[in-house]
């Protein structure tokens, strides 16, 4: 318990020091990562010096703007997911956030994937990037960046 006492700040965080960056989702994600530059700049750090760049559920929000060194973004032309639009209808939570994970992450380019069925986990593996569609889909996500860690 003590070392939730000494985490770093985002600022502090040294993306060379790290081979992958997990972010956990939630509906609160939707109004913090978007526009957090630093949390970019690590996502973009560690996917440029080779590392993996992982999210699960609403956690894809925050690579809606992490840009690569050449300005496109990072999620043009590749597999990814996150929460579909029929989950957070489902959630009943559609006319409340403001803007919907899946629409945002086609309009940045994204080649958007998602399970048969609502609410089955579901991941996607492009490159060194690694996303899962919803909360059961946790697990297969941090089974997948360990595969890709070679851990």
């Known amino acids: 318990m003590n070392r939730l006492g000494t985490t770093l700040a985002l600022d502090e965080v040294n993306a060379a020091d790290y081979r992958a ?3 956990a989702g939630g509906h609160g994600v939707i109004w913090d990562f978007p526009g957090n530059e630093t949390l970019q700049r690590l ?3 560690i996917y440029e010096a080779d590392g993996i760049v992982s999210s699960v559920c609403h956690g894809a929000v925050g690579l809606l703007n992490v840009t690569r060194d050449d300005g496109e973004y990072l999620i043009k032309g590749m597999k990814v997911t996150g929460f579909s639009n029929h989950e957070e209808h489902l959630a009943k939570l559609d006319d409340i956030v403001p803007f919907l994970t899946e629409t945002e992450l086609v309009e940045r380019g994204g080649l958007y994937l998602k399970a048969d ?3 089955e986990p579901f991941a996607v593996v492009d490159e060194r990037l690694v996303t899962g569609q919803n ?3 946790g697990r297969r996500v941090a089974e997948l960046v360990l595969e890709a860690l070679g851990d």
Do not use: G, N, T, V
Request: overall charge positive; hydrophobic content about 40%.
């Open 43 to 45: 996502c973009r750090d």
């Open 21 to 23: 960056i997990y972010l």
């Open 117 to 119: 069925r609502a609410w």
């Open 135 to 137: 909360p059961a889909s």
